[in-house]
């Protein structure tokens, strides 16, 4: 009762101008998702490399798969050999599509391409000024991946996936 009387106390205007942007958020068209292309780099020893968003980006401190946007007119794994190249100061030689994501965080969507490398020249370095770790598969869980990733973590987890 106690609801509905709160709703009869609003000015009459207050509550239609929110119908009426609730209304219109439904029938506007959604951004479209930023395509963003990521890595599964492994080492000898089978973990996987993870790298920390640098200061003065979104969500800045927490763990993701090492990659990057894709610019306009450049196909997925261009945009992945770049973003390895520019990031981690490694040439790609060799990698195949492993997964596809979505996810809407409050400011904006994604669509993440997971790339298994299979092959690589160098040796990753942090050139974007963000730290690099290396961890088993099955303690990915246990870090601070970025939401968008989790579904990556779960299925690198999976001894049947990797």
Known sequence: MRLRQEVQALPRRAHERRVAAARLADILPRPKPILVVAAVLRDGEGRVLIAQRPAGRHLAGRWEF???????????????ARELREELGIELLGATPFMRTRHAYDDRSVELSLWRV?????TPQPLDGQQLKWV???LLPDEDLLEADRPFVAALANPALR
């Open 66 to 80: 090492p990659g990057g946007k894709v610019g306009a007119g450049e196909g997925e794994h261009e945009a992945l």
């Open 118 to 122: 299979e092959r690589f020249n160098g």
């Open 136 to 138: 088993a598969p099955a």
